[in-house]
Structure formats: C-alpha cells, structure tokens
C-alpha cells in the first residue's frame, strides 16, 4: 500500500514521452456568486451530514502544544472533486496526513460514512476504501510497474488482474511499459503510476497530495486530466495542489487553507473568480 516507504533516492528522471493531452478549461467565468466565508458555519457542517468524508474542526501538530492544524474543517460528498488550495506551509498536507492517520489528531473528528475514523491507522483506513497518494516517494524505484501496482493490491492479491484491468484503462502507457522500473520513469510517468498503485485497493476516496508539483506544464495538464478521469469513473477525490488556478478550474468545490484554518470556501468557480482569493492567493501562487 501506499504508506511503505522506498527509502531510496529517486533516481535522475528520464525524459518521458511527448504528451500532449489538451487540458480542458472548464472554468464558468459568468459565476457571479461569491464563496462563503470562513471558517466553516454549523450550517455547512450540516449540508455535510451526507458527505461521504467529513473532517470537522482538525486540531493536529507534530509536537504536543504546536497546533498545525487550527480548527479545519472539510467535506466531501460521494462522487465530488474537491480541491485544497493554500500558501506554502498552511498545513495542507498536514491535513491530509491527518485524514489518513499519519498524523495525530488532538481534537475534531473526521468520520467515513457517518462511521468515525478519527486516527485511525492508515491500513485500515485503506481497508475501508480510504486511498492516499503522497507528494514525494509515491514510488518503489527499484520496483517494476507492474509489481508497484501489486504492492498496491498487497491487501487483496487475488484482485490484482481486475484492478490491473482498471488502471490500464486509465493509465494505457504504464500497462504498455508494466515491466519497466518505476525509477526509469519521468516524474510524470510516477505520479501516474502512484494515483495506479492507489487506485489497486479500489478507493472510495482518493486524497492526492501536490500530484502535479515539479512536473513541466504539459505533464501537469495530463495529471490534472487524469485526476478528472479518475474522479469520472466514481471515486471521490480530495485533492491538494500548489497549481490553485488549474486545481480550480477542475473541482467542484474546494477550500483556501491558511494558518491551519478554512479562509474560503465555495466552488471552483467562485473561487477562481473571488477578487479577495485572487488578491490574497491567486496572484503569486499561481504560474499558469
Ligand atoms: N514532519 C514534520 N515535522 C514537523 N513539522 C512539520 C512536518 N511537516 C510539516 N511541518 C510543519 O507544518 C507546517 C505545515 O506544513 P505542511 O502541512 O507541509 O504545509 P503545506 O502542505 O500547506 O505547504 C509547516 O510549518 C511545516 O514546517
Ligand atoms: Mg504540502
């Protein structure tokens, strides 16, 4: 599963191949409405009764007495993309380590399915279909594809073809190149094969962590089209991302992370089109 850590240095990427996926502008620019202040009212927390996630009011830190995350609070209903936006330390992906039981919660709840899973361990979140891609050594580069994809099934070996099936549907040159090892590969090429391994245990939900950081702007566009796709075959996604304009235009709803609390809320459109979220964290944060 996704936590085991390889604990070996990525290898110098090699080039990948020319991918030229036209990235879909799907951002509503009449959107009038503007996005709901923050933090999140009892009343959303409410309209998220039937979330499949709900994380309520995270206080959590790395160390006793320093609070990272102050008060989050976020939603995901069933089928939903939702996008994480936020200056660089806001505890982004400190929320998702959270969520996934990598990092200890000292108050708030975050429940599955009206079911509380607050801190529970990340094995058997991912048995109850809760998937994590982190944002860095997401790969065994000494793995081929084909065996990083079953360590990703490690679970339920006996699935392994049906959800091999699965990610080369969506995933066609890693199926094509299954006996190549994973170190081998563009940074692009191993974030497809980290959202593959992920996607082995057949998540209902799918936190990605930054899946387009440090990849050229052609390879960020496939990233964010594959995220659309994976999200369009049923899985909930909960995704993170440094790129806030593209990661806007592709949600359904997200939130503005800052200091460990919500400072906006509303869909992807309205944020894109807030004239305080441009000012505050559109203006620099966004290269494209
Ligand atoms: N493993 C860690 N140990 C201690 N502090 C950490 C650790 N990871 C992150 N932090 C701190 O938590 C804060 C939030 O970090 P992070 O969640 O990575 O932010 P973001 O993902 O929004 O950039 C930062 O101040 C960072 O220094
Ligand atoms: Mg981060």
Do not use: W
């Amino acid at each position: 599963m996704s936590l085991l850590d390889p604990h070996q240095p990525p290898p110098s990427a090699a080039p990948g191949p020319a991918q030229s996926h036209e990235f879909e502008r799907e951002l509503d620019l009449d959107a009038a409405a503007r996005t709901t202040p923050s933090p999140a009212t009892p009343e959303q927390q409410r309209v998220a009764g039937g979330a499949l996630l709900t994380a309520d009011a995270i206080v959590a830190g790395y160390f006793p007495g320093v609070n990272i995350l102050n008060g989050a609070s976020i939603h995901a209903a069933e089928g939903e993309l939702v996008g994480i936006i936020g200056p660089n330390g806001a505890g982004k992906s400190t929320l998702l380590k959270a969520l996934f039981g990598l990092v200890r919660i000292s108050a708030g709840s975050v429940t599955l399915r009206d079911q509380d899973i607050t801190n529970l361990r990340a094995d058997l979140l991912v048995q109850r279909g809760v998937g994590f891609v982190p944002q860095s050594n997401n790969v065994f580069p000494s793995l081929t594809i084909r065996e990083n994809l079953e360590m990703g099934a490690y679970q339920n070996p006996r699935a392994f073809p049906e959800r091999f099936a699965r990610v080369a549907d969506l995933f066609p040159t890693l199926a094509a190149r299954a006996r190549q090892r994973a170190g081998s590969l563009s940074g692009g090429e191993r974030q497809m094969v980290a959202m593959g391994r992920a996607l082995m245990m057949d998540p209902s939900i799918l936190l990605l962590d930054e899946p387009s950081a440090g990849l050229a702007p052609n390879l960020q566009d496939e990233v964010f089209v594959r995220v659309r796709q994976i999200n369009a075959t049923g899985v909930t996604v909960v995704i993170v991302e440094q790129n806030a304009r593209r990661c806007l235009q592709i949600v359904d709803r997200g939130y503005v992370l800052d200091q460990g609390r919500n400072a906006y809320t509303g869909t992807g459109a309205q944020l894109a089109n807030d004239p305080k979220v441009i000012e505050l964290y559109l203006g620099t944060l966004a290269t494209a």
